[in-house]
């Protein structure tokens, strides 16, 4: 026992000056109060951050509510102007009313007189259709007619053609053979003078 404080007080007196600090504190209980006031004192700075923070939200909400009257104010002149528009719309609406009845029974006329003439140029229009109907019947029959003398004609070129290819051919034939019968006079004339000689 008296070894081991006598230990601590060797140490003691052997460490430095800052360590010797330490351990007075310690022993003197120092340690804990400054921890406790460290921490009080970061208490207190976050309490004041949130006071600040708190007087922050206050202002913004006062701004806000300053802005809410100002809309509510508008909303009430917005409200009693309405009503001045509403009623005087009523009056509008109801001179549009009258008016546009007037006017209906202006169109039903006009439509019940439209109604006969597109009647009327319904049937006409249904005799032109019919008309136009034979027509393009008697155009299908000159077409189909046309076709089959298209065909027929075809058929007569071609056959000219071959006609005329053969009567070539025969042209050259005959060509060939009155050459062939000079040639053959000449030769019986060579022949002719010769046997004379």
Not at 95 to 110: E, P
Request: net charge positive; charged share 40%.
């Amino acid at each position: 026992m008296l070894s081991s404080s006598r230990a601590r007080s060797d140490r003691f007196f052997s460490s430095k000056p800052a360590d010797r600090r330490i351990l007075i504190e310690e022993a003197a209980g120092i340690t804990k109060y400054k921890a406790r006031r460290r921490q009080t004192a970061l208490k207190l700075d976050a309490s004041q951050q949130n006071l600040l923070r708190v007087n922050d939200i206050i202002n913004e909400v006062e701004k806000q509510l300053e802005s809410l009257k100002r809309q509510a104010s508008k909303a009430r002149r917005y409200r009693v102007q309405r009503e001045e528009l509403l009623g005087i719309e009523r009056v509008l609406f109801g001179r549009r009313f009258i008016d546009l009845s007037d006017r209906n029974r202006t169109v039903d006329a006009r439509i019940g007189e439209e109604t006969e003439r597109e009647r009327a140029a319904g049937l006409v229009l249904e005799t032109e259709d019919a008309q136009l109907a034979a027509r393009r019947t008697a155009l299908y029959e000159i077409e189909t007619r046309l076709e089959e003398s298209r065909g027929r004609l075809n058929d007569l070129t071609l056959e000219l053609d071959r006609h005329q290819s053969r009567s070539g051919f025969c042209k050259e034939q005959i060509d060939e053979t009155i050459a062939r019968e000079a040639e053959a006079r000449r030769e019986a004339q060579n022949l002719a003078e010769r046997v004379a000689l």
